[in-house]
Each structure stands twice: as C-alpha cells, then as structure tokens.
C-alpha cells in the first residue's frame, strides 16, 4: 500500500536511514532536500523506482495547482519547473493552473489600494480585477513560463480569455451570517463551462499549458477565479489521472497535527461534519471531492515546500501529502 511521510518523522524514497535523503524539520517547519550526497548506485535505485509509475501513467494527464512557497522560494521555483518538464519528457502530460495572492497583494500595496476579503474570498471591483489580470495574466504567469522553458520544456501561458476556453458567470457569495442573503464581491466569477479543445491542441504538440485562473462572461467581461476551483474543473473537464495540490502545509491533518492520507470522499466528508477541516483547507478540499467524484482518479494535497515535492509524490512509493482516492 503507498503511504506518505508521517508528519513529524520525514522519509524520503526509503527511510531517513537508508541513504535515500533526508528532510530536516525545523521550528518554522521550513524543510530542504539535497541528493548531492547521494552515490551513483543511490542515484539509479531512485530512478529505478520511478519505472512502474511512469508506465502506468504513460500518457496520462495530471492538472497542477502551483501556488504558496513554492511559487515565490527561488529554489523550490526552479525544483517545480524542473519537475514539470521531466514529467513531460517521461511520457505524462501536465497542465499547471497557478495562483498569485502575495504577487496581488504586493501590487496593490505599491498603488495604495489595500485588499479585502469577505469569508475568505478577494473583493474585486474593476480596478482590482484590471491589477490582478495584470499580475496573473502578466508577471506570474510569465515568469512560470520562462522557468519551465528555461529547464527545456516548451510552456505556453493562457488565461480563459484565450479562445475563451474558462466561461464564467459573477459568484454571488452567501452569508455566513445571514443564510440565504447573498454579497457581491465584484468580478469574482464561477465556471459555468471549460472548453478543452485548446488544451488538447496544446497537448498535440507536446507544449506545457500554465493557465491563469481568469474567466471570461457571455458579455466579455473578466472575472477572476478561485485556482483550486479552476484546477479542479479542469481535471474533470479532462479526465485528468491525478489533481496535484501543493500547498504551504504537509497535507490534510488531523485535530492532532497527524498527517491524513488514503482518504475517500465519505471519510472527508465526516472530517469536515466534526470540524477537522475548516478555514483555508476547505476550498481545496471541495476541489478535490468535486475532482474525485467527477472521475478524477485520485487527488493528491501535497506538501509545496520540500523540494521535488511534485516527483516524490507522483513517482516514488512513499509520497509527500494527502492522497484521496476517488473510492
């Protein structure tokens, strides 16, 4: 049976004894890996191990959600791009959707516009939303292409707007406070329909989508999106063989801080019906059971800040995160 690291004890490959890695914690929980020490016979075991992996999931799609420290850690940046083309060289086809709050928040903090949120979600009147097209769109979704193309992949960069493949309506939120009443936040939108031809097209020609998550309306307006939600729907939309969610977190944990992993749609839902889910999580986890049902075949939350994170999950008997299994 696969099972992941427990949450304070890391291992890699094998065990923190055999040779194959180690991951050190630390107070702040920031974790690093180096196989600079490993030997030549270490190095081609690893390898070896990944065989059986890449011919299951040969030619199958995986839909990555990039975002946290991973996205802003130069290092783990560079781990990230590296593991996304390897993944495509060994045969799978992955398609990055990518988030970009900090990047937002930044830029709104240099135009003197401070950020809002209601129940967890980013308030977005039209000068935001032209601020957070201009990040997403622009400067993150750039700067993710250039990587993956500087590590030898061949990246292509989208918004919905593009071909208009992410339509989307504005997402009345309802209260927390008030059932039933509903707030307007703006030019947040929800996915009424993915088209995936232009992915399909991109995949023909072994390019790398990285897809901001930007939609468009009937009318042409721009709404932006949730990136678990996007990432989610995308998966469906492409019978994806796996969702990958990194995350600034080891996974899905229990009241105790014990990491969760081999679970089911029934389980998660009695995990949020008790309260052990809540706050930031519950976004990815409704992606994720939304994704499991639809046919994904299992969702991984997986740990952003070790390095390599993406390829110790997928290609490795011993993961970094949360696996959820459809069934």
């Known amino acids: 049976m696969r099972c992941a690291y427990p949450?304070?004890?890391?291992?890699?490959?094998?065990?923190a004894t055999s040779g194959f890695g180690k991951i050190r914690r630390v107070q702040s929980q920031e974790f690093t890996m180096s196989i600079a020490h490993f030997t030549p016979a270490q190095k081609a075991k690893v390898i070896a191990e990944a065989?059986?992996?890449?011919q299951r999931f040969w030619d199958k799609t995986v839909v990555i959600k990039y975002g946290g420290n991973a996205m802003t850690d130069p290092v783990l940046k560079t781990a990230f791009?590296?593991?996304v083309v390897l993944l495509k060289l060994v045969g799978l086809n992955p398609v990055?959707?990518?988030?970009g709050g900090p990047q937002i928040e930044d830029l709104l903090k240099r135009v003197g516009k401070k950020g809002e949120f209601i129940q967890g979600m980013r308030v977005t009147d039209a000068e935001t939303?032209?601020?957070?097209e201009m990040v997403l769109g622009g400067q993150v979704n750039k700067d993710i292409v250039n990587l993956i193309n500087q590590a030898g992949g061949k990246a292509v960069g989208l918004t919905g707007k593009d071909g208009r493949f992410i339509r989307a309506k504005k997402l009345m939120m309802e209260s927390q406070?008030?059932?039933?009443?509903?707030?307007?936040?703006?030019?947040?939108?929800?996915?009424?329909?993915?088209?995936?031809?232009?992915?399909?097209?991109?995949?023909?020609?072994?390019?790398?989508?990285?897809?901001a998550p930007i939609g468009v309306g009937s009318e042409g307006e721009t709404y932006n999106i949730n990136a678990d939600v996007v990432a989610g729907k995308l998966a469906e939309v492409l019978k994806a063989e796996k969702l990958v969610l990194l995350t600034n977190t080891p996974g899905v944990l229990d009241k105790n801080g014990n990491l969760l992993?081999?679970?089911?749609?029934?389980?998660i839902d009695a995990l949020v019906a008790d309260?052990?889910?809540?706050?930031?999580?519950?976004?990815k986890i409704a992606s994720a059971l939304d994704a499991a049902r639809s046919g994904v075949k299992s969702v991984h939350i997986i740990d952003g800040r070790v390095e390599h994170a993406l390829l110790l999950e997928i290609m490795t008997d011993q993961g970094v995160g949360t696996l959820i299994q459809s069934s």
């Open 81 to 83: 791009a590296r593991d």
């Open 51 to 54: 065989l059986p992996y890449i």
């Open 7 to 15: 949450p304070y004890g890391y291992a890699l490959f094998r065990s």
């Open 129 to 132: 939303m032209d601020l957070v």
């Open 96 to 99: 990055v959707v990518h988030g």
């Open 261 to 267: 992993t081999g679970l089911t749609p029934k389980k």
């Open 275 to 283: 309260g052990t889910l809540s706050g930031g999580m519950l976004p």
């Open 177 to 211: 406070d008030k059932p039933g009443d509903l707030i307007d936040i703006g030019q947040v939108g929800e996915i009424t329909k993915i088209d995936p031809s232009l992915i399909a097209f991109l995949d023909s020609g072994d390019f790398i989508p990285v897809i």
